[in-house]
C-alpha cells in the first residue's frame, strides 16, 4: 500500500508526465517530445534544435515503415479486417507526415539560432555573451590595456 502512494507522489515530476510523449534527449540532455512546438523546446539553441530534428526524423523512418508493412499485410486481409489494418496504416502516414513538420521546424530554427552566435547560442545565451564582452572590453579600456 505505502508503495502505491509513493508512486502516486511521483506523478507528474518527470520530463513528458505533463504535456507530452518525450522521444528523446538532446545532447545537453534536453527532453525532446513529440510535438515540436511543447513550450520546453523555447531554450533550445542551435545544437538542441538539430538533435530534436534527429529524433523526428527517425520517427519518421518508423512510422513510414510501419505504414508500409501494414499495407502489405492488408493485400492478404479481406472485408472488416483489412479496412481496420489500411485504417491504421492511413494513421502511420498522418503521424510520420507530423514527424517531418516537427524535423524542418528543428531544421528551421537550428538554422535561425545559428545567426545569433558561434557556438548556436540563444537569444539570451548571444545577449549575454555580447555584455559581457561589451563589459571586459571597457574594462580593458580603463586599465590602458
Do not use: C, W
Not at 496504416?89 to 524542418?104: L, M, R, S
Amino acid at each position: 500500500m505505502n508503495t502505491i502512494v509513493m508512486m502516486r507522489n511521483d506523478v507528474g515530476t518527470g520530463a513528458g508526465s505533463r504535456g507530452g510523449k518525450v522521444i528523446g534527449r538532446t545532447k545537453t540532455g534536453k527532453p525532446i517530445y513529440m510535438n515540436h512546438n511543447h513550450p520546453s523546446h523555447g531554450d533550445f539553441n542551435a545544437g538542441d534544435h538539430k538533435d530534436a530534428a534527429k529524433h523526428h526524423e527517425g520517427q519518421v523512418a518508423f512510422h513510414q515503415s510501419l505504414a508500409e508493412r501494414m499495407k502489405s499485410n492488408a493485400d492478404r486481409l479481406q472485408g472488416d479486417d483489412k479496412k481496420e489494418v489500411l485504417g491504421n496504416a492511413k494513421k502511420n502516414d498522418v503521424a510520420a507526415k507530423a514527424q517531418q513538420t516537427a524535423a524542418d521546424h528543428h531544421n528551421k530554427q537550428a538554422e535561425k539560432k545559428k545567426t545569433f552566435g558561434v557556438k548556436g547560442e540563444t537569444k539570451a545565451e548571444f545577449a549575454a555573451s555580447a555584455k559581457s564582452t561589451h563589459e571586459l572590453m571597457k574594462a580593458k579600456d580603463t586599465r590602458g590595456l
